[in-house]
């Protein structure tokens, strides 16, 4: 198993930017895991916004945040993280951090592990 704690988030004016981080800890090796950033907004359902593999070699994101947003990892720090720029009111929402040792999420984006959240605002 594995806990997972976000940080980061916070009131931002729009066009600028904050860096998420997803703090990891448990038994299991940060690295054997990918982690993946989702976000909700009030009234939508979750939806996916970026993936990272557990070596950092392959990224995915959604189309809505690509050329915006860059997902990271630092595994030596077991922490992963979400860079997000030019940031958007639409942007508005809770981000949560995921991760699962099961490669199979890379394409059911259904992760087993999952933080608290965070709030990110940006406001117009």
């Known amino acids: 198993q594995v806990q997972l704690v976000e940080s ?3 009131l931002v004016q729009a066009g600028g930017s904050l860096r998420l981080s997803c703090a990891a800890s448990g038994r299991t090796s ?4 990918a982690i993946a950033w989702f976000r909700q907004a009030p009234g939508k359902e979750r939806e996916f916004v970026a993936a990272i593999t557990w070596s950092g070699s392959s990224t995915s994101y959604a189309a809505s945040v690509k050329g915006r947003f860059t997902v990271s990892r630092d595994n030596a720090k ?5 860079q997000m720029n030019s940031l958007k009111p639409e942007d508005t929402a809770v981000y949560y951090c995921a991760a699962d040792t099961d490669g199979s999420t890379w394409f059911t984006r259904k992760y087993a592990y999952w933080g608290q959240g965070t709030q990110v605002t940006v406001s117009s």
């Open 8 to 10: 980061g988030g916070g």
């Open 30 to 33: 940060f690295s054997s895991y």
């Open 78 to 82: 077991n922490t992963g993280y979400l």
